[in-house]
Nanobody
Framework: VQLQASGGGLVQAGGSLTLSCSAPGRLSSTYGVAWFRQILGKERMFVASISGTGDITHYTDSVKGRFAIARDNAKNTVSLQMNSLKPEDTAVYYC?????????????????????WGQGTQVTVSS
C-alpha cells in the first residue's frame, strides 16, 4: 500500500489545516491508519489514529480537542483536521497504515507496527 500525504503548509497560530492521506484503491477498511509527526533530530511521535471501520480513534494528549481524524473508505482517504494550531505543532506529518491481526488498541500508537508510510508533509505554525 503506497500512501500519499498532502495538505501541509504555513499557517498562523490559531489557524487550521486539513491533512489528507490517500492510497487509491488500496486503503480498505481492514487497515488501521495513523498520523505521526517528527521534528528534525527528534523521534517520530504518534498524533492520532483511526481503526479500519472508523469506529475507534485515539489522540495524543496534546492534540485532544483540537485535532480530528476521520476516514472515508469509499474514497480510500483519511483526513486529519487540525484546529487551533500552535507553534509546537510544527513538524513533518506522516500517515501510516497497517492491518495487524490483533486488537487495534494494542498497536495503534507504535510506529514500528506500521509497514506502510506516506512521504510526509510539512506543517509550519508561526507565532
Amino acid at each position: 500500500v503506497q500512501l500519499q500525504a498532502s495538505g501541509g503548509g504555513l499557517v498562523q497560530a490559531g489557524g487550521s489545516l486539513t491533512l489528507s492521506c490517500s492510497a487509491p484503491g488500496r486503503l480498505s477498511s481492514t487497515y488501521g491508519v495513523a498520523w505521526f509527526r517528527q521534528i528534525l533530530g527528534k523521534e517520530r511521535m504518534f498524533v492520532a489514529s483511526i481503526s479500519g471501520t472508523g469506529d475507534i480513534t485515539h489522540y495524543t494528549d496534546s492534540v485532544k480537542g483540537r485535532f480530528a481524524i476521520a476516514r472515508d473508505n469509499a474514497k480510500n482517504t483519511v483526513s486529519l483536521q487540525m484546529n487551533s494550531l500552535k507553534p509546537e505543532d510544527t513538524a513533518v506529518y506522516y500517515c501510516a497504515a497497517d492491518n495487524r491481526q490483533k486488537s487495534f488498541s494494542e498497536w495503534y500508537r507504535f510506529k514500528d507496527e506500521y509497514n506502510h508510510w506516506g512521504q510526509g508533509t510539512q506543517v509550519t505554525v508561526s507565532s
